[in-house]
């Protein structure tokens, strides 16, 4: 209820002592995503969220946290105005040094991060557990609906769902994105260590009225503007890749009018009673550390080794491919068959290929005889590998010659020309309407249960559907947050 002193007690916030099963990350970060789960299974999965919090915290409690004194004073001074020149100060120093990282491009530097399209695309399939759960932290307090203390961080929230436009919601956008190059269910495979940032950011989500100074703090750190955000951004374009969404963060983020400012007034807006103060602000430096949490953004660029990958691929088309190749397809003393059937012979398929003269190294792809069985008149695996499949051994057969090959053979049709017919190809969107006939007469006379029921289909597994978008700008509606 709007006021309550509980929720800024320290005693009521702490949270139980971490659960000693060990928690499944992947298995977990898909059952808070689904909003078909059992009661008992939904009960238990919010258990685990908890816990899992409750060890992180504890890992972050028990290593020394770096401390900065600008920081600390400004989150103990009496008005935001301190901290958001610590925000100013940050986003003048990362401009400084993109704008030397630009210097350097100019001079004849290489991309510092990707070092062509696949190493590009890679990188996007890494970081979509995290990616797909974006501003997660924040879903919690669309129940504290009508709490103005809450009302910024409710609106940052509706602006991660690009306020129920499916062309601004960052989630449809990301999906978007690995869908042009069939990766949008890749992700799915990717180990545990891909998926904790993302947990972290679901179960704050879901606790966040225990966790509200963690979820404060999150958020102040989340929505500083990161050097790795504007390189990457650029380095994206200039691979052909669509950076719209990487540039949606770097602008709705600034420093003057946008997330990162409002994270600072959120602060100072939810603040408790003055002799809850010290302990309030520790928690947002906690909250602030829980960033920290999962595999960083420039290590997972740095791990990208183009052979591993192309393995992996042909480990991943082995189970059907076994099958599928006639006994006279040989390649040295195997068949294609026995290659695949066999994972320990899968490793040495790729330099196999290149022996026997099928794949090329540093020479255009193109004229290879394995590009020719994918693309062509007559490719004989037409269809077999994804778009990022193809321009992963694309880029690796190309090697040293590649950034001389032309343009479009290398990159590809423009990502602007793709995005123009995707967008004639969307269907319009008439479940607003729908959903509005719905829950209005009922806002009537059960407004706050009505609110409470319309949130849950801004839940970050919700929200970018169809419905979920028709429940955001409702939501916007009725509680006057547009």
Not at 77 to 104: F, K, V
Not at 310 to 327: D, E, L, P
Not at 362 to 372: E, V
Not at 433 to 449: K, Y
Request: some cysteine; glycine content about 4%.
């Amino acid at each position: 209820m709007p006021g309550d002193p509980r929720i800024f007690d320290e005693e009521a916030v702490t949270p139980p002592a971490p659960a000693e099963a060990p928690l499944a990350i992947k298995t977990l970060y898909f059952d808070l995503l689904n909003p078909d789960l059992s009661a008992e299974r939904h009960v238990e999965s919010s258990h685990q969220a908890n816990a899992f919090l409750t060890q992180q915290l504890a890992h972050i409690d028990a290593s020394p946290m770096e401390s900065d004194p600008e920081l600390i004073d400004a989150l103990l001074a009496d008005s935001p105005h301190a901290l958001q020149a610590w925000i100013q100060r940050n986003a003048q120093a990362t401009g400084r040094e993109y704008q030397e990282y630009l210097e350097g491009r100019k001079r004849g530097e290489p991309r510092r991060y990707f070092s062509c399209k696949s190493h590009a695309l890679n990188f996007l399939l890494q970081v979509a557990p995290t990616k797909m759960v974006d501003g997660a932290w924040l879903y919690g307090l669309t129940r504290q609906w009508d709490d103005p203390r809450y009302a910024s961080l409710i609106k940052t929230y509706l602006e991660e769902l690009g306020e129920g436009r499916s062309d601004k919601n960052h989630v449809v956008l990301y999906q978007q994105l690995l869908r042009r190059y069939d990766l949008d269910t890749e992700w799915h495979a990717l180990d545990d260590s891909h998926f904790v940032q993302g947990l972290t950011q679901l179960a704050l989500g879901h606790h966040a009225e225990s966790y509200l100074p963690e979820v404060i703090g999150f958020n102040l750190a989340y929505e500083q503007l990161p050097l790795h955000l504007l390189i990457t951004t650029h380095e994206l374009e200039e691979l052909n890749i669509d950076p719209y969404y990487f540039m949606l963060h770097v602008t709705v983020d600034n420093a003057m009018t946008g997330h990162a400012m409002r994270a600072a007034w959120a602060v100072f807006e939810a603040l408790p009673r003055r002799q809850q103060r010290q302990a309030f602000m520790m928690r947002i430096l906690r909250g602030m550390a829980l960033n920290s949490v999962g595999l960083a953004t420039p290590a997972l660029i740095q791990q990208f080794d183009a052979e591993t990958e192309i393995t992996a691929v042909f480990r991943k088309k082995a189970s059907v491919g076994k099958f599928m190749h006639a006994s006279q397809c040989k390649l040295g003393a195997y068949s294609i068959n026995e290659w695949l059937s066999d994972p320990q012979k899968i490793p040495q398929l790729l330099p196999a290929l290149v022996d026997a003269g099928w794949m090329t190294r540093h020479q255009d792809p193109a004229q290879s005889r394995f590009w020719k069985l994918m693309e062509g008149e007559h490719a004989s695996m037409f269809g077999v590998f994804t778009p990022y499949e193809k321009q992963l051994m694309y880029d690796w057969m190309a090697g040293e010659v590649l950034e001389t090959l032309p343009r479009q053979a290398r990159l590809g049709e423009h990502w602007r020309k793709r995005s123009m017919t995707e967008s004639r190809q969307r269907p319009a969107d008439t479940s607003y309407a729908t959903l509005q006939s719905l829950i209005e007469p009922a806002l009537l006379t059960q407004p706050s249960r009505q609110m409470h029921n319309m949130a849950k289909w801004l839940a970050p597994g919700q929200h970018h559907t169809s419905a979920g978008l028709a429940a955001t700008r409702l939501y916007m509606q009725q509680t006057g947050l547009n």
